[in-house]
């Protein structure tokens, strides 16, 4: 079974500029989730998407948006690039609607360096 | 707010001690408390975890208790061994917003 994958690994982009960050969940998997992690903050969560519904989101401005596909794919986007936004980025998915013990499979990430 | 904290950045082991990385929170109302193992370049990995009705979890050379009353959890790795070498994350999902709480991280460094 093929894990989270996230494209693209790394990328560098311009203050100003914006940003689309794409997320594939383990088949079969309708929830993701995407997480930012910068040196010292851990993982801040930005948001979660189940059956193409934003269920929740994390306290980032309104330059950070996301949307889920029918087919649970995700993409999540930065606009008006700061240098702040320099970071980790994770997707993470898990099977059902309902967490439980609130285990979360990570993708290998989206490392986004803005100059 | 920080619900969930780790207050060490980094911990250094001899091979073969037991390591011990600590954890604390605030919110009474978590039910479930997790571990997550992350290499440089990787995304975390589930390593362990914990309900709150417990005190203890085993698993292998991982262990995790749980002190509510301090509202405190540890995990202990023994024998720690070089592939140990990570950054540790403890979590709780917040079910009421669909996420997990994050700590901070520890970077563990186990020495041959």
Redesign the interface.
């Given at each position: 079974k093929a894990g989270?994958t996230q494209t693209p690994r790394y990328l560098i982009k311009t203050r100003g500029q914006q940003v689309t960050l794409s997320c594939s969940p383990i088949s079969g998997h309708r929830?993701v989730?995407w997480?930012q992690q910068t040196p010292?903050?851990?993982?801040?969560?930005l948001f979660?998407y189940?059956s193409e519904t934003q269920?929740?989101k994390?306290n980032f401005p309104g330059r950070f948006s996301g949307r889920q596909f029918s087919n649970s794919r995700s993409e999540m986007n930065v606009s008006t690039l700061e240098l702040g936004d320099s970071a980790l980025y994770?997707c993470?998915s898990r099977p059902s609607q309902v967490?439980?013990?609130?285990?979360?499979?990570?993708?290998?990430?989206s490392r986004l360096t803005v100059l | 707010d920080q619900q969930v904290k780790q207050n060490s950045p980094s911990l250094s082991v001899q091979e073969g001690r037991i390591s011990i990385l600590n954890c604390d929170y605030t919110n009474s109302m978590f039910d479930y408390f997790l571990w997550y193992k992350k290499y440089p370049a990787e995304g975390p990995t589930f390593l362990i975890s914990i309900s709150s009705i417990k005190d203890k979890n085993e698993d292998g050379r991982f262990t995790v208790f749980l002190n509510k009353s301090a509202k405190h959890l540890s995990l202990h790795i023994v024998p720690s061994q070089p592939g140990d070498s990570a950054v540790y994350f403890c979590a709780a999902p917040d079910n009421g917003a669909q996420k997990l709480v994050f700590g901070q991280g520890t970077r563990l460094t186990i020495n041959p």
């Open positions: 989270v929830s989730s997480y010292g903050q851990g993982l801040q969560f979660e189940f269920r929740n994390g994770l993470a967490p439980n013990t609130g285990e979360l499979f990570f993708g290998e990430g | -």
